[in-house]
């Protein structure tokens, strides 16, 4: 049985693991949303996230996970900010404040737009985020690369959003809470901050959701989300700027050591196929496969 250090350990009613990073604060977002007490436990990024007892409830050591000890003693644990989000519907909003009901139309659109930010959004723009933040050198093609599908994503919602109110339709839902932290935080990720000029309707959205009480209070939990296209873009030398440094420096060194790691118990080799190289000449109008658009 996993013991947990005692201000670890989860206690009655709904736990959120997390730091102050990206996806977490969808899970605040969502309780806040809905009135929910929960209990925010911060995960230690540098000691913790390998740690027996976290690995326990997350076993791929990221955050956020969460552990939710019912009235009746039993628990259920569920890890990724998806599966999360799912959770606290089912379980806390039996009026649909924030999700639709099992089964209906819009339920499924709900279930695909969500799918839409896990599978898509949420990993290009994060590569984006990696390689214009992070990279601890150039990588012009990466950078390229990701902004460029970042820039195309923010299209995609954009046009939804031109249709309806919300991603779904009149009110928002968990897919809307997912999205929308992202969104949020455009400038870090290498786009421009969503304006009347560039990106008309996601920055209408964005402003419509940022002037309910349950979103600013889930920004501001447990500290305000440090990732807003208005914080990172304060003038150099400003307010919190020595903040953003030095997050930089530090995800760069952690970010490579844990990638050296994974690639040196690989043997520090990619596996060789027999095509090889046939890329390296470039590719003008589009020959070939069938692209990543035929996934």
Not at 49 to 70: D, T
Not at 216 to 223: I, N
Not at 280 to 289: F, R
Request: with cysteine; hydrophobic share 35%.
């Amino acid at each position: 049985m996993t013991t947990f250090p005692p201000e670890k350990a989860p206690k009655p009613g709904l736990n959120i693991y997390g730091y102050p990073a990206v996806n977490p604060y969808k899970l605040t977002i969502a309780a806040e949303e809905l009135g929910i007490p929960y209990n925010y436990i911060t995960v230690n990024i540098r000691t913790e996230l390998e740690s027996e007892w976290y690995l326990s409830i997350n076993p791929n050591g990221r955050v956020p996970a969460i552990v939710h000890v019912k009235d009746d003693g039993t628990s259920a644990t569920v890890f990724e900010s998806g599966a999360c989000l799912l959770y606290i519907a089912a379980e806390f909003d039996k009026e649909h404040k924030i999700s639709h009901p099992v089964g209906t139309p819009e339920y499924w659109a709900q279930l695909s737009w969500l799918s839409w930010q896990i599978s898509g959004q949420g990993p290009m723009l994060g590569q984006a985020a990696h390689f214009n933040r992070y990279a601890p050198e150039p990588v012009p093609y990466g950078s390229w690369r990701y902004t460029a599908e970042a820039r195309r994503l923010h299209t995609v919602l954009d046009k939804q959003l031109s249709k309806t109110p919300y991603l779904t339709g009149p009110h928002p839902t968990i897919a809307d809470i997912a999205t929308f932290i992202y969104a949020h935080s455009s400038a870090w990720i290498g786009l421009p901050p969503p304006s009347p000029s560039e990106f008309p309707h996601i920055a209408t959205w964005r402003d419509r959701l940022l002037a309910r009480p349950g979103f600013r209070r889930g920004l501001e939990s447990p500290v305000p989300y440090p990732f807003s296209d208005d914080r990172v873009t304060r003038e150099e030398g400003g307010e919190g700027q020595e903040f953003y440094v030095n997050v930089r420096r530090w995800g760069s060194r952690g970010i490579r050591s844990a990638t050296e790691r994974w690639w040196r118990e690989g043997g520090g080799r990619v596996l060789g196929v027999p095509s090889d190289g046939a890329n390296l000449g470039g590719v003008e109008g589009g020959e070939g496969g069938e692209g990543e658009g035929g996934k």
